[in-house]
């Protein structure tokens, strides 16, 4: 049984999942970040309905960002926890990428762009096909981004994606839906069966910006 | 103490600011304190949130799996896990304690937020050897650091009582503020504190702060350093350069004879049986000889924990966590950080 946690956005969310199907899933979703209260009773409440106990998981699959950084924190400190205790593997989700899976499952689209509002009029973006995704990056959207893609065959999907409406033609889909742990559930299968792990001790969250610190050059006498 | 509680392991984890640091105790003995000091705010002249949040996520497992090996103790013998609540960073503290509810959630073991203040009151209740005696109560500690300057009653384990603080910037702000307008590195604090070993400290006076209960303000004091500095500057540019050392000592003079003037005060109003320093600024040499001297003079047992108790560690953690957890002041999974954590 593996446990997925997804926090990147306001959405906090947990899910259980078992031969790459979603046993029991929970979530709390307000315009706060509900994360540090609520996403520990949400992972007790899933093992205690699912009647399995922490010692059973078999592995943590956290969703790896990019996203919040509140939120990125504590479901990635939460997930190494749960992995350094229990002597189980951690696994990473790109973020973006199941997004872009999703979006694909769901509407008959060829091409998905996964977005993340990253506020103002800036997503984190990665453009996902049936083969591949492409790097995360923070865009400022405007028109000539969806210039490339056929309009027809083309989804936006995530929390970013509406903000978006008005820049794509009226026959792409938009899909607004917040990332959420049960989306997790056939690519930490994948990753299991592949036995493609992260070390626990080093893995940190894709931050996607590297955070840059103005050093203050005025003298004080 | 029951046999119990001698026995309990506990494991504590320390995120609040710059510092990760994990701790593991048997009853009130410390097995291992490992601190990782994050040495990225060097450049930036003081802690960065953002960064210092983002080190303790790289650094928790390594600290706590280093922390477990040291003392010789399988994760599956702990008996309940300690964290810091608060106060301190948001971002940093979120670390600490989602990684330590994930323990006590895996481990099935209770979890325990610590104020991290009276954490550092907890540490001289660390029984540091066979023959170390722990401090007899009431206490009265005086509290320095980068962020606080306190002056605490402690009446019984954990019951503290606030009779005195800052009401603008800490002791510890003090010193790093005049490490800087001397152009010390940060964090300059030690530096002063170093430098002034070798100057005179009666070379130049500052202006006395005013006197308000038992309570301290340090503005007026920073100020008068910058103003003195200022004026000396324009007299002889190289001035900084030429008494740079003797700046430190009659500094840190002003300071010392400050918190330990206030601190008198305090004991002549309260029945202590014995005095405590505790906070990092409590490394400062010229704080330490002071202090010792004054609980000579008034013939009260003083304490200064070991200079690994007095900054940010974990075991200070660990020991406010096996008073509580004895009291069964444990949290439940929904405990969230608090930057302001008050007590």
């Known amino acids: 049984m593996i446990l997925c946690i997804e926090t990147t956005t306001q959405n906090c969310s947990v899910a259980l999942v078992d031969k790459g199907a979603v046993v029991f899933e929970e979530r709390r979703c307000t315009d706060q970040y509900v994360h540090a209260e609520q996403l520990h009773p949400l992972i007790a409440f899933c093992l205690e309905q699912a009647h399995i106990t922490a010692n059973e998981l078999t592995a943590v699959a956290v969703s790896s960002g990019p996203g919040s950084y509140t939120g990125l924190r504590i479901g990635v400190s939460a997930a190494k926890g749960l992995s350094f205790a229990l002597h189980i593997p951690l696994i990473a989700i790109d973020t973006l990428h199941m997004l872009g899976i999703y979006g694909l499952q769901h509407t008959p689209a060829q091409t998905a762009i996964a977005m993340i509002d990253a506020r103002r009029m800036e997503v984190y973006a990665s453009v996902v096909d049936s083969n591949s995704a492409t790097p995360a990056e923070a865009l400022v959207v405007d028109k000539s981004f969806f210039d490339a893609y056929d309009p027809s065959s083309l989804v936006l999907v995530g929390d970013g994606a509406s903000k978006c409406s008005g820049l794509v033609s009226a026959s792409t889909i938009v899909l607004d839906v917040m990332p959420d742990a049960s989306m997790m559930a056939a690519m930490a299968q994948e990753h299991w069966d592949k036995q493609r792990f992260v070390d626990v001790a080093y893995y940190e969250p894709h931050y996607l910006k590297d955070y840059i610190v103005g050093v203050s050059t005025k003298s004080i006498l | ?343």
Not at chain 2, 85 to 98: A, D, F, K, N, T
Not at chain 2, 232 to 246: L, N, S, T, V, W
Not at chain 2, 273 to 285: F, H
């Open chain 2, 1 to 343: 103490m029951n046999q119990n509680a001698s026995e309990a392991i506990l494991l504590a984890i320390e995120s609040s600011c710059d510092e990760t640091s994990a701790a593991v105790l048997r009853g009130d003995v410390v097995l291992s304190n490992v601190i990782a000091t994050q040495a990225v705010h060097q450049q930036y002249g003081g802690v960065v949130p953002e960064l210092a949040s983002r080190a303790h996520q790289s650094n928790i497992v390594p600290v706590v799996h280093e922390a477990l090996t040291k003392a010789g103790v399988s994760i599956r013998d702990l008996t309940a896990i300690g964290v810091t609540q608060g106060p301190g960073l948001m971002g940093s503290l979120h670390v600490g304690v989602s990684f330590a509810k994930s323990l006590s959630l895996a481990l099935q073991v209770p979890l325990i937020g610590v104020n991290h203040m009276q954490a550092h009151i907890m540490a001289h209740f660390i029984r540091q050897s066979e023959a170390f005696e722990i401090p007899k109560l009431p206490l009265l500690c005086l509290t320095v650091s980068g962020g606080h300057t306190q002056l605490v009653l402690v009446d019984e384990h954990l019951q503290m009582k606030i009779i005195g603080s800052t009401i603008d910037d800490a002791a510890g702000e003090a010193f790093d503020k005049a490490a800087k307008v001397l152009g010390l590195p940060y964090p300059g604090g030690p530096q002063v504190d170093a430098l002034a070993e070798s100057g005179d400290p009666t070379r130049f006076v500052f202006a006395k702060p005013k006197r308000n209960g038992l309570n301290y303000s340090f503005s007026g004091l920073k100020t008068s350093l910058l103003y003195f500095l200022r004026d000396e500057i324009k007299k002889d540019a190289g001035f900084i350069e030429k008494e740079r050392i003797h700046v430190c000592a009659s500094y840190r003079k002003a300071i010392v004879d400050y918190l330990l003037i206030v601190m008198r005060d305090a004991i002549h109003q309260y029945p202590v049986q014995s005095l405590a320093l505790a906070g990092g600024v409590s490394a400062n040499k010229e704080l330490r000889r002071r202090f010792l001297a004054l609980g000579e003079e008034m013939a009260i047992p003083s304490f200064i924990p070991d200079f690994e108790y007095c900054t940010d560690n974990a075991a200070m953690i660990g020991i406010a966590a096996w008073y509580q957890w004895q009291k069964k002041e444990w949290a439940d999974l929904s405990m969230t950080p608090q930057p302001a954590l008050k007590w």
